[in-house]
């Protein structure tokens, strides 16, 4: 299977989030559910029968609605098929997914809805991001039960204002935090990469000396030393001969 451009990109930068902390962002168990998603969510891709593009217009609460429909109802279809031991039909388990500019949703099982958020830095690909939506039906409030944000971003604060009144607005404003965060973090690396190149260059032999530093003279005295009058020359200082 063909690499995709987030993908080679987390491959350049490494795996794991402690590239950019002094600790690991991810204890034990939240790394078993970043695997554990990551891989739901390529099998969702790989599912899938078609990708349907979406444009600001069409992003409104009429397609959630849609969406949240289409998952419950291929959840009760494969309930109904397990009580019956019947083969589940091929058809069925292929699915749709839309694009909306950096996210991407996919209709998981168990009637969930999944948002992949695609971060980008000076138009590189960097790391990819999953929320999972949930309700117990179609008509009742959908909840966060599962992400791979990072855990100091306020996700449970903005699920608390906007996601039981604007799901979208919730799922769009997750975005904006995401990149948000994304670019503030490379720009610091940009920042550090270039106190320590100016830090290099500066303690380098022969080096352009920083503001403020002082050129080292050896023990015999030498370097460029006062004449008596004002003047400069190298070596020692002269002495006065006694009179």
């Known amino acids: 299977m063909a690499a995709t451009a987030h993908q080679k990109g987390r491959n350049r930068l490494g ?8 600790f690991p962002l991810y204890w034990d168990s939240d790394k078993l559910i970043f695997e554990r998603l990551q891989k739901e969510f390529e099998a969702a891709r790989t599912a899938r029968i078609e990708v349907i593009l979406i444009d600001d217009e069409q992003w409104n609460d009429g397609l959630l609605a849609t969406i949240r429909e289409k998952v419950h109802m291929e959840a009760d279809r494969k309930a109904m098929a397990n009580q ?10 292929l699915r749709t997914t839309y694009r ?9 099982d168990g009637a969930r809805i999944g948002i992949q958020y695609e971060t980008y830095f000076a138009g590189e690909p960097c790391e990819l991001y999953h929320c999972v939506l949930e309700s117990k039906s179609f008509l009742e409030k959908m909840t966060v039960i599962e992400h791979t944000l990072p855990f100091f971003l306020p996700i449970r604060e903005v699920e608390s204002d906007l996601l039981s009144s604007n799901a979208i607005k919730f799922i769009d404003h997750l975005e904006e935090i995401l990149q948000s965060y994304v670019d503030r973090r490379e720009q610091g690396r940009g920042k550090q990469r270039r106190r320590a190149v100016d830090g290099a260059r500066g303690s380098r ?16 005295g030498e370097g460029k030393q006062r004449r008596p009058g004002g003047r400069w020359r190298k070596g020692k200082q002269i002495r006065r001969l006694a009179a």
């Open 100 to 108: 909306i500019k950096n996210k991407v949703i996919y209709c998981l």
């Open 84 to 93: 019956a031991n019947l083969t589940p039909d091929p058809q069925f388990q």
């Open 205 to 220: 032999p022969g080096g352009r000396r920083r503001k403020g530093q002082r050129r080292q003279h050896n023990s015999q």
């Open 15 to 22: 795996e794991g989030y402690n590239l950019w902390l002094p």
